[in-house]
């Protein structure tokens, strides 16, 4: 009897030292979570395989493997994109998310890397050429995205007939292709990708709404991670691995040093 009650507490320990040593392997494992909106294209897409790819899902990779972390990309819905990262169900956000000042209440920011704006796209077979000519119309955009809020302070939301808002920029640009609306307020580099992906459909209005930049946004009072996110990204700067990415995917370095 006393055998056995040996064997048992042996056993019992020997769990106990494999459980110590799985917890310690998992807690050892350095995952960056990255919430991103999927529809995002060029910066955070489903290509025709339903990878997701971009230049926004590159650069994050290679940064992340600087920082000596593994990447976990995680489609999020963009409008909750604050509350997953305040809860600690993602790392960053990283996807053509715009620096603004009213984010900067809610998230800590990298430096701007990429140059964009919000522009208005049409179909390209409509006589709308400028801003006034939207008067009276109905416009589209993503809902919870620097559109709406660069169309919150342009004085031609008073003007509108109506704006329709869209969980992405996939189903406002189809809602524009139908005639549901007549014109999208979008981010230019993902109209950009649009036209350049189907020639002869859409156009861009020559005025812009508003100029913007991209950063990565970390969770507030976290300066440990936004540190060494922001080391990495220089880095990159300098031994080209940015310049690589954003000719991948733009032909051109666009990228802000």
Known sequence: MKRLSMLFLTSIMLLGIL???SSKSSSDSKTLTIGVDDSFAPMGFRDKDNNLVGFDIDYA???????????????????????ELN???????????????ERKKKVDFSKPYLKNAQVVATLAKTDLSSLKDLKGKIVGLQAQSSAADALD??????????TSEYANNVMALNDLKSGRTDAVIIDEVVIDYYMAKDPGTFKVL?????????????????????NKLQKALDSMNEDGTAKKISNKWFGEDKVLK
Request: hydrophobic share 35%; net charge positive; glycine share 10%.
């Open 19 to 21: 459980a110590g040593c």
């Open 61 to 83: 990779k290679a940064a992340a493997k600087k920082m000596g972390y593994k990447v976990d990309i995680q489609p999020i819905e963009w409008k909750a994109k604050e509350s």
């Open 87 to 101: 809860s600690g169900r993602i790392d960053l956000i990283w996807n053509g998310y715009t620096i603004t000042d």
């Open 153 to 162: 302070a342009s004085p031609i939301k008073a003007t509108l007939k109506s």
């Open 206 to 226: 020559d005025e812009s709404l508003s100029p913007e930049e991209y950063g990565v946004g970390v969770k507030k009072g976290n300066e440990k991670l936004l």
